[in-house]
């Protein structure tokens, strides 16, 4: 049991910076706006099928798909922003859940009627499949690319929070809203950029998901939503911190059950989950 | 609200509940369907609409309700009016239980722990397949009549029993809206800290509130199984938590035929759509619910007697 602790450990790290990505958009842009955004995962599957389409279709090689991936989401974000979501900042919760209920409903069936509603495929190149050999313990290539990718972005992501302009803002604009107005902030663009970065990471999780989730049209309301409003709501919203660190706890959380108690499925996960918001309903990391 | 000029108008409509009998015999089936999830938004409607509770996961007490009804049927015996209310006891008793955690939290926790407790429920009944029979869903029973009057093929009396059952719930709901505890609940849905202060308990109130739409909801599950003699765990998944939200904002939640005419118009739809391309119907659900949402916020109900309004 404990010689294949280290390999659930690992694998569940990698399972978590992917949970993150999905995730740290929605959270930040929730702790700004309090916006209920249940259509994040849309940008996720755009950012899937994108990169199905340039891989298979396209020929396009794999890592150059990345990119465009989250361009993808980012794109989507800033549409649906500018169009609707802006509409719907002063409404109460039910109003923002269901208009983005509604808009994750519309994209489920639009990507069922562009790529069929069969389980799609995008396969990496050769050098990110299979596993080697590391102190006589085997892992994934795939799963190390995951993490150092992860690992990279979310570095990327604290410096420009922390050390730029435009982190700067951003901060301002969570901690409170009305006096970074005051102050000068344009925070409805703020916003605009925050919101556009949030699909992009989640238009990149979800290329870098389909080699270990799948992808299905069903993606924008499936337990992968669920996965990420955990993330969300047990880091805290706002907290960029929170929501790594209840990321990588719930992929290992996950991955272990997987392995070690497979009869018991989700129930551990949910059963944590429920505990841990009657604890602090605020999240671990919440200010508010 | 129950003033002469709005009676006839509900005495009509549930006089037109009856029609199905003679002009559509081949739908019968449906409309069972129809008036069990009515009954389903109905409850919802209790604690959204009125009290203002944001529940992503009300299928919970559906498929408690669907459970209970089903084991009783299966293991004891095969009388269904009192397997409804034992199923709508025990979902009763289980939203009580919950009642206590759910009316605590707002905003994003809320939805998070309503949906959690659903999702919760869905993978205990998965998991334990010895009892619930799992994904497969609870089969191996038949109920074969309510008080003399066989389920016979074409729905007549399935039909009859679940617009029975939820005649008499919406009786007891419509008392219950009407009543100064409904007044209050609408109060504490205005403003929750604001009603302690004239003497009404706000969370003692959004308990009960909780309690009597689990019953309902119980009921509707119950029936459910009554007319179809099979459980699927459909009856407690997120889908069907999200498909009468939907119902009853389509038809305008805080008013009491809301969840009725949105229980019609989307399970009419639903019919007719699914069966020229059943993978697209919920483009036209989603763009529903944002044009809904976006120019109708009280949904048909609402906009009908708006409309009504400026006529006058």
Redesign the interface.
């Known amino acids: 049991m404990f010689s294949s602790a280290v390999g659930v450990l690992f694998d569940g790290f990698a399972y978590g910076m992917l949970l993150f990505l999905l995730s740290v958009g929605l959270s930040v842009t929730?702790g700004m706006m309090?916006f209920?955004n249940l259509a994040h995962c849309t940008f996720a599957a755009v950012g899937g099928y994108c990169t199905v389409s340039l891989v298979n279709r396209l020929d396009w090689p794999f890592l150059a798909a990345l990119p465009a991936a989250f361009l993808a989401g980012a794109v989507l974000a800033v549409l649906l922003e500018r169009m609707?979501f802006r509409?719907l900042y002063r409404?109460s919760?039910?109003?923002q859940?269901?208009?983005t209920?509604?808009?994750?409903?519309?994209?489920?069936?639009?990507f069922?009627?562009f790529y069929s509603?069969e389980p799609q495929s995008a396969r990496p190149p050769a050098y990110l499949i299979g596993s080697f050999e590391l102190l006589g313990r085997s892992f994934g290539v795939y799963r190390v690319f995951l993490a150092a990718a992860g690992l990279l972005i979310t570095g990327l992501l604290v410096y420009a929070l922390e050390r730029t302009r435009f982190g700067a803002r951003v901060r301002a604009a969570v901690d409170n809203q009305r006096m970074a107005r005051g102050l000068g902030i344009d925070v409805d663009r703020t916003f605009l950029f925050t919101f556009a970065l949030g699909g992009g990471l989640a238009g990149l999780g979800g290329a870098l998901a389909i080699e270990v989730i799948g992808l299905e049209s069903t993606l924008p309301?499936s337990v992968v939503l669920?996965y990420v409003?955990?993330v969300?709501?047990v880091g805290g919203?706002g907290s960029i911190r929170g929501s790594f660190v209840a990321a990588i706890v719930l992929g290992i959380t996950d991955t272990a059950g997987k392995y070690y108690f497979p009869?018991?499925?989700?129930?551990l996960i949910?059963?944590v989950?429920?505990a841990l918001?009657?604890w602090r309903?605020?999240g671990l990391f919440g200010k508010r | 609200m129950a003033n002469a000029n709005t009676r006839w108008l509900e005495v009509i409509f549930w006089l037109g509940t009856l029609l199905p009998f003679v002009l559509a015999p081949n739908y019968l089936s449906l409309a069972s369907q129809i008036a069990i999830t009515a009954l389903f938004a109905l409850s919802l409607d209790l604690i959204l609409g009125y009290a203002g509770i944001v529940s992503l996961g009300h299928a919970a007490f559906f498929g408690v309700g669907a459970y209970v009804a089903g084991l009783i049927a299966k293991h004891w015996w095969t009388e269904p009016l009192s397997g409804l209310l034992l199923a709508g006891l025990l979902a009763g008793i289980a939203g009580y239980a919950l009642s206590h955690i759910v009316v605590r939290f707002r905003h994003l926790a809320l939805i998070m722990l309503t949906m959690g407790f659903g999702l919760l429920l869905h993978e205990a009944a998965n998991s334990a397949s010895a009892l619930t029979g799992g994904a497969d869903g609870l089969q191996g029973f038949k109920v074969p009549g309510v008080l003399g009057f066989n389920f016979d093929m074409f729905g007549r009396t399935a039909y009859a029993y679940a617009l029975a059952v939820l005649f008499l719930s919406f009786l007891v709901c419509r008392r219950v809206i009407h009543s100064p505890f409904g007044l209050a609940l609408r109060g504490i849905r205005e403003n929750a800290t604001r009603m302690p202060a004239i003497g009404a308990p706000s969370l003692a109130h959004l308990r009960k509130a909780y309690t009597i739409a689990a019953v309902m909801a119980g009921l509707a599950g119950a029936a459910l199984t009554h007319t179809t003699s099979t459980v699927s765990l459909e009856t407690l998944s997120f889908g069907r938590s999200a498909d009468v939200l939907v119902i009853l904002i389509l038809g305008g939640a805080g008013r009491l035929y809301g969840g009725l005419i949105g229980a019609i118009l989307y399970m009419v739809a639903r019919d007719q759509f699914s069966g020229v391309n059943p993978q697209y119907w919920y483009f036209w659900i989603g763009l529903l619910l944002v044009a809904v949402v976006m120019f109708l916020p009280n949904g048909v109900l609402g906009g009908l007697s708006a409309l009504y309004k400026k006529r006058q």
């Open positions: 929730l309090n209920v609707l509409r409404a919760d039910l109003d859940c269901l208009v209920i509604g808009v994750a409903f519309m994209s489920i069936a639009a069922a009627w509603t309301l669920v409003l955990i969300v709501a919203l009869w018991l499925g989700a129930f949910y059963l989950m429920v918001l009657m309903p605020l």
